[in-house]
């Protein structure tokens, strides 16, 4: 199995795409962008038991998307060159017309005049185009966070999907409680998008709509922290805890690690060879 953000030196256009006449007709609208997509994601779906509740957790889980995919960054290499991101995956997906941030609504009905309306003009054939970073998924009654990079571990797939659970799960019991969720002006969500990309855990976020700013590897602690009497409750204590091993050592930095290692040449006399490529190894199993 290989899971990254992108195949770090593959050439994109040369590989082919899987049959499928929902692929083929992606590509053929989007033609030399779309056959640049040789990328690796993880979704998380959560479920609701409200329909009424989609909207704000969406907007809640936007503000969030820095956290998880600068906590998921795993494709600083883009054919076979250090793109100086953290996630070249998130700049290239989000060429897609219908992909990056989703546009945000307060009811749900507000979002299903939206879906009919570009389904009107030709701009999807269905619900299921709206490649967003964050989604509804109507079919399935959950919301669904995609704005991950490819996961090298079990262990980092429990922690980034207890820590979607967990946001869910908190936005929900806070909509019980009669309380809004902040949605970040437009322009603030971009920005933090791209500064997860570009800088990974060394991003400083916006966490406000009055343009506070908070280094990430802060406020994500923090937001463990907040999140853990809710995973206690979930039963996933002990996966959202993995969430501090991947600040601490990411995969956007555990590759450039190897790349090191592996310009440096053999390990020196001495030092054990499996020590050497260990790093490759959670990188690519």
Same mark, same amino acid.
């Given at each position: 199995?290989?899971?990254?953000?992108?195949?770090?030196?593959?050439?994109?256009?040369?590989?082919?795409?899987?049959?499928?006449? !929902?692929?083929?007709?992606?590509?053929?609208?989007?033609?030399?962008?779309?056959?640049?997509?040789?990328?690796?994601?993880?979704?998380?779906?959560?479920?609701?038991?409200?329909?009424?509740?989609?909207?704000?957790?969406?907007?809640?889980?936007?503000?969030?998307?820095?956290?998880?995919?600068?906590?998921?960054?795993?494709?600083?290499?883009?054919?076979?060159?250090?793109?100086?991101?953290?996630?070249?995956?998130?700049?290239?997906?989000?060429?897609?017309?219908?992909?990056?941030?989703?546009?945000?609504?307060?009811?749900?009905?507000?979002?299903?005049?939206?879906?009919?309306?570009?389904?009107?003009?030709?701009?999807?054939?269905?619900?299921?185009?709206?490649?967003?970073?964050? !989604?509804?998924?109507?079919?399935?009654?959950?919301?669904?966070?995609?704005?991950?990079?490819?996961?090298?571990?079990?262990?980092?797939?429990?922690?980034?999907?207890?820590?979607?659970?967990?946001?869910?799960?908190?936005?929900?019991?806070?909509?019980?409680?009669?309380?809004?969720?902040?949605?970040?002006?437009?322009?603030?969500?971009?920005?933090?998008?791209?500064?997860?990309?570009?800088?990974?855990?060394?991003?400083?976020?916006?966490?406000?709509?009055?343009?506070?700013?908070?280094?990430?590897?802060?406020?994500?602690?923090?937001?463990?922290?907040?999140?853990?009497?809710?995973?206690?409750?979930?039963?996933?204590?002990?996966?959202?805890?993995?969430?501090?091993?991947?600040?601490?050592?990411?995969?956007?930095?555990?590759? !450039?690690?190897?790349?090191?290692?592996?310009?440096?040449?053999?390990?020196?006399?001495?030092?054990?060879?499996?020590?050497?490529?260990?790093?490759?190894?959670?990188?690519?199993?």
């Amino acid at each position: 199995m290989f899971c990254q953000g992108t195949h770090p030196f593959a050439d994109a256009i040369a590989q082919p795409s899987t049959p499928s006449e !929902r692929y083929d007709r992606m590509l053929d609208l989007t033609q030399y962008w779309g056959r640049q997509l040789l990328i690796f994601g993880v979704h998380v779906h959560v479920g609701l038991d409200d329909v009424s509740k989609a909207m704000p957790v969406v907007n809640g889980l936007v503000n969030r998307v820095p956290h998880l995919l600068a906590l998921s960054a795993s494709s600083p290499f883009w054919a076979g060159t250090d793109t100086g991101y953290q996630s070249q995956r998130t700049l290239l997906f989000q060429q897609l017309p219908t992909a990056g941030l989703p546009f945000q609504f307060q009811e749900w009905e507000d979002f299903e005049r939206c879906v009919a309306q570009m389904e009107q003009v030709g701009m999807i054939a269905d619900v299921t185009e709206c490649r967003w970073d964050v !989604r509804a998924v109507p079919r399935l009654g959950t919301v669904e966070m995609r704005a991950c990079d490819g996961l090298a571990t079990l262990e980092e797939i429990a922690a980034v999907t207890a820590y979607t659970q967990c946001l869910v799960d908190d936005l929900s019991a806070s909509l019980e409680r009669g309380e809004t969720v902040e949605v970040l002006p437009p322009w603030h969500a971009q920005e933090n998008k791209w500064r997860a990309a570009r800088y990974g855990m060394d991003a400083t976020v916006i966490v406000d709509a009055r343009g506070t700013q908070v280094p990430l590897a802060e406020h994500l602690p923090a937001e463990i922290e907040r999140l853990t009497p809710v995973a206690e409750r979930l039963g996933c204590e002990a996966e959202l805890a993995g969430v501090q091993a991947m600040i601490d050592d990411g995969g956007a930095a555990r590759q !450039r690690r190897v790349e090191a290692q592996a310009l440096a040449g053999p390990p020196a006399e001495g030092e054990d060879a499996d020590d050497a490529v260990a790093p490759l190894r959670a990188v690519v199993l």
